[in-house]
């Protein structure tokens, strides 16, 4: 069984930054061919793809529209761990964000192609 726990959340300004970060437990032998995602869940709003990373030796990283240039995802395979780098934040970046893992190593932004999902953590940017 694998555990994703994602933490790193918090109140911040706009135009200011935070890291999340999410660590997978269980199988992590395999963490490297993981494919991991990050998600979002605004007030109101259904859940929607923020960025995702591929396993393996390519790790190539794409994101949605509405935050690329702005975010940036990286994974450190010693540690099991993602991350999510979050630059000049914006009032519309709040939301509950989830880190989402796959023993598919492939490109999706599909909610159905991650199994494993953390808990959630709240992202609140103030105006």
């Known amino acids: 069984q694998v555990q994703v726990v994602d933490t790193g959340g918090g109140l911040v300004q706009a135009g200011g930054s935070l890291r999340l970060s999410c660590a997978v437990s269980?199988?992590?032998?395999?963490?490297?061919?993981?494919?991991m995602g990050w998600f979002r869940r605004a007030p109101g709003k259904e859940r929607e793809f923020v960025g995702a990373i591929r396993g393996g030796s390519v790790r190539s990283t794409y994101y949605a529209d509405s935050v690329k240039g702005r975010f940036t995802i990286s994974r450190d395979n010693v540690k099991s761990t993602l991350y999510l780098q979050m630059n000049n934040l914006k009032p519309e970046d709040t939301a509950v964000y989830y880190c989402a893992a796959s023993d598919r190593n492939a490109d999706s932004i599909l909610e159905t192609f991650y199994p494993y999902w953390g808990q959630g953590t709240q992202v609140t940017v103030s105006s």
């Open positions: 269980g199988r992590t032998s395999t963490f490297s061919n993981y494919a």
